[in-house]
């Protein structure tokens, strides 16, 4: 699918019209095909759609993301018509799309909470963790975290002390 990332001079919204199937998150296969993210933030003027990347799904699991995914079966560009749909089952979804859809991982920490104690959690149990996510935890948990990676303080100290 095409994202236009650029809008009319006064318009904060664009339409778009996605011709696909919901896919959940687990079953997301970028050699399978291409993929777009949809959601909704209380903040934004209108709909979040943006083409889904690797970059995405690693940020994804600690951010409080209300959307859905979509494998797309059609892309017209610069038109659609019916010569461009092929043969099954697939929805339309249509709307309005911000201008501040989530184009990166930067954009998607920008436009959606991000749940900092999920993060704290996957490098405890030492899952690679996207480096824009290591920035949103603050100065001091992030000493408390390098403290009981290196073994200075115990769990229930380090719990502890994230608590304060």
Same mark, same amino acid.
């Given at each position: 699918?095409?994202?236009?990332?650029?809008?009319?001079?006064?318009?904060?919204?664009?339409?778009?019209?996605?011709?696909?199937?919901?896919?959940?998150?687990?079953?997301?296969?970028?050699?399978?095909?291409?993929?777009?993210?949809?959601? &909704?933030?209380? &903040?934004?003027?209108?709909?979040?759609?943006?083409?889904?990347? #690797?970059?995405?799904?690693?940020?994804?699991?600690? *951010?409080?993301?209300?959307?859905?995914? &979509?494998?797309? *079966? $059609?892309?017209?560009?610069?038109?659609?018509?019916? $010569?461009?749909?092929?043969?099954?089952?697939?929805?339309?979804?249509?709307?309005?799309?911000?201008?501040?859809?989530?184009?990166?991982?930067?954009?998607?920490?920008?436009?959606?909470? *991000?749940?900092?104690?999920?993060?704290?959690? $996957?490098?405890?149990?030492?899952?690679?963790?996207? #480096?824009?996510?290591?920035?949103?935890?603050? #100065?001091?948990?992030?000493? *408390?975290?390098?403290?009981?990676?290196?073994?200075?303080?115990?769990?229930?100290?380090?719990?502890?002390?994230?608590?304060?």
């Amino acid at each position: 699918m095409k994202v236009r990332e650029g809008f009319v001079s006064n318009s904060s919204t664009t339409s778009f019209v996605i011709i696909g199937n919901r896919v959940k998150q687990e079953d997301i296969n970028f050699d399978d095909g291409e993929y777009v993210g949809v959601g &909704w933030s209380d &903040w934004m003027e209108g709909t979040d759609v943006f083409n889904l990347t #690797p970059e995405h799904l690693q940020i994804l699991p600690f *951010v409080v993301f209300d959307g859905n995914f &979509w494998k797309v *079966v $059609a892309d017209g560009g610069e038109g659609i018509s019916k $010569a461009h749909i092929p043969e099954g089952d697939y929805e339309i979804e249509a709307g309005e799309a911000t201008q501040h859809s989530s184009y990166n991982a930067t954009d998607l920490l920008e436009n959606y909470e *991000v749940d900092v104690e999920a993060i704290i959690d $996957a490098v405890i149990d030492d899952q690679v963790v996207h #480096p824009a996510l290591m920035e949103k935890i603050t #100065p001091k948990k992030q000493r *408390v975290l390098d403290m009981y990676q290196q073994g200075q303080i115990t769990l229930e100290a380090f719990q502890d002390l994230m608590n304060d």
